[in-house]
């Protein structure tokens, strides 16, 4: 990237003159060109620096100020005016105007033709784009050599920062830091409070390749900061986020940032397969785990020669909970982003989930999308469910996945896993067909209820109501009091004293309540073959 501010005060440049303020300068310059016709504008580029004798306005200077307005508008980076064959000296009023405009007017001496100005301009310009290609290749060789090293990420971080001497940060696709080079520290701010800054200006977009935003260091500092996207054939790419971008050193260009790029980009993909491999061991692991228990052939003794390889440890309490990608509609065919938005789900899990539960582990189900969340600690369901829901709610903040989890309930040993497990997918086929809304569901025991599944729901409403009356879907403030003290005193096994202290009433009133239950039902409730109807009924209601 040249500058026309970088090519003046050269040697060879030395006697031209710049007319205008030196801002003006602060220009890209890609092209040179020569003519002496008004309407140049349309048929020149942008970034071009336009020569002239100004042959057309030695006798009104005046049109100048409509070419200079014609070559603002398409960009051009300044107008050089040979004086002394037809013009002897430029008006100040154009000089004046050329510098409201921030365009730049530079004097050439009589002495020097055009056609050889345009040459050293055009020398210098691909010279420094052949230092620039030099540069970039230096970079690549230097960066081949790391990676044939096998060099970490942040070794590669801390060379890249040093040559183009700026702080750099490299972010995951969650936007949250991999590595940063030391200079990062400098800034007074931690790179955490960075990458706050950027996603507030919405700096993190999937389809761009890159931006540029302005950031607060304090103290009313600002600075600028560039954002690379590192797509590698990806979704959602990881970033490389360069501070004060503008101090990088000539001849740094946009070559050997991208060589730079194209090497993290490699660094990750290994490292990615590597992932894979590890994740395709672990999903291994688990399949062989369940089949020995199925077959009975886990044997304690060896649990630490074996299953703590894969971080299983000795506990009273274990639980399955089947974790699942939500994937709408419209994306079920975009397999390449669902398999994607799965593998950084698993990361994401793997790097936060013992955040949240101590010995947590988590595994890919073989042959499939799911992936198996495995507590080898006593969790409340409240608990489960609120550490669940704000995992799942952080992922949804920094990427667009949906998680849900179907939890089997608790085993006391590690030779009952797999009736966790059967349990979660139960849950989960349960919540498919059932389009559940919640995003964490327990497996509930259903024993007897289970001879009624085959029913149609005209069937099993028709039992309820026959059986309970008004007492089967009440809305009657009346009705639901009693319909909940005839459950209580069931589940009490139909003894007053107890359902008495469960509910927080005088004995008497638990009596008057079951004669008004018997009355409406127009049986007595006690009889064993009553209450086990009342029972089943009470709970097909409410399901």
């Known amino acids: 990237m040249t500058l026309l501010k970088d090519i003046l005060p050269v040697p060879r440049f030395s006697d031209f003159k710049l007319l205008t303020e030196p ?3 602060n220009v890209l310059i890609k092209n040179v060109d020569i003519s002496e016709t008004p309407d140049i504008a349309n048929f020149t580029s942008s970034h071009t620096l336009v020569l002239t004798t100004a042959m057309l306005y030695k006798e009104d200077q005046s049109n100048l100020k409509l070419l200079i307005d014609s070559l603002v508008a398409i960009n051009a980076s300044g107008l050089g005016i040979k004086i002394g064959r037809f013009i002897d000296a430029i008006g100040e009023e154009i000089i004046e105007h050329a510098n409201k405009k921030n365009f730049a007017i530079i004097q050439i001496p009589s002495t020097h033709p055009l056609g050889g100005v345009l040459q050293k301009f055009n ?7 052949t230092e620039q290609i030099s540069y970039a290749l230096d970079i690549q060789k230097q960066f081949s050599n790391l990676i044939l090293n096998d060099a970490s990420l942040n070794k590669i971080i801390a060379e890249f920062s040093q040559s183009i001497n700026c702080p750099v940060i490299l972010l995951d696709p969650f936007k949250e830091t991999i590595s940063f080079s030391t200079d990062v520290s ?8 960075i990458i706050s800054q950027l996603t507030k200006q919405k700096a993190f977009q999937y389809e761009s390749e890159n931006t540029s935003k302005f950031i607060d260091l304090g103290r009313k500092t600002q600075v600028e900061v560039a954002v690379h996207s590192i797509k590698n054939n990806s979704f959602f790419p990881y970033y490389l986020v360069i501070v004060s971008p503008e101090n990088i050193p000539y001849p740094v260009s946009e070559f050997a940032i991208d060589q730079a790029l194209l090497v993290i980009s490699f660094v990750l993909l290994k490292n990615d397969k590597i992932l894979e491999s590890k994740k395709q061991i672990k999903s291994d692991y688990f399949d062989n785990l369940i089949e020995r228990q199925n077959h009975q052939l886990i044997e304690k003794k060896n649990l630490f020669s074996y299953d703590t390889n894969f971080g299983i440890v000795l506990s009273q309490y274990y639980q399955i909970i089947y974790v699942t990608v939500d994937v709408p509609k419209p994306y079920q065919k975009e397999m390449k982003l669902n398999e994607e938005k799965n593998k950084l789900a698993y990361q994401w899990l793997d790097k936060k ?3 949240y539960f101590e010995d947590a582990l988590i595994f890919p189900e073989k042959n499939s999308p799911h992936l198996i969340l495995m507590m080898q600690q006593k969790v409340s369901q409240r608990q489960v469910t609120d550490a669940l829901i704000q995992l799942a709610g952080e992922l949804k903040g920094a990427l667009p996945i949906d998680l849900f989890f179907s939890c089997g309930q608790l085993c006391e040993s590690i030779d009952s896993i797999s009736t966790s497990f059967v349990e979660a997918k139960i849950v989960w086929e349960e919540g498919r067909y059932r389009k559940d809304t919640n995003s964490v569901t327990f497996y509930k025991p259903k024993g007897i209820l289970n001879l009624f599944d085959s029913m149609q729901p005209e ?4 039992f309820c109501q026959k059986l309970l009356k008004e007492l089967a879907y009440p809305t009657e403030s009346m009705y639901l009091e009693l319909r909940k003290t005839l459950k209580t005193f069931l589940n009490n096994q139909c003894e ?4 008495a202290n469960d509910l927080f009433i005088h004995r008497n009133t638990v009596k008057y309540r079951i004669d008004n239950c018997e009355n409406i039902l ?5 009889s064993p073959e009553n209450s086990l109807n009342l029972r089943l009924a009470l709970e097909l209601s409410e399901q």
Do not use: A, V
């Not at 020398?123 to 784009?129: C, D, E, M, R």
């Not at 400098?186 to 409070?193: A, R, T, V, W």
């Open 496 to 499: 007053i004293t107890k359902t």
């Open 23 to 25: 801002r003006t300068t």
């Open 353 to 355: 989930i013992t955040h």
């Open 459 to 462: 069937e099993i409403k028709y």
């Open 186 to 193: 400098h800034l007074k701010i931690s790179p955490e409070q």
């Open 522 to 526: 127009g049986f007595t409730i006690s």
């Open 123 to 129: 020398g210098f310009i691909n010279q420094s784009k």
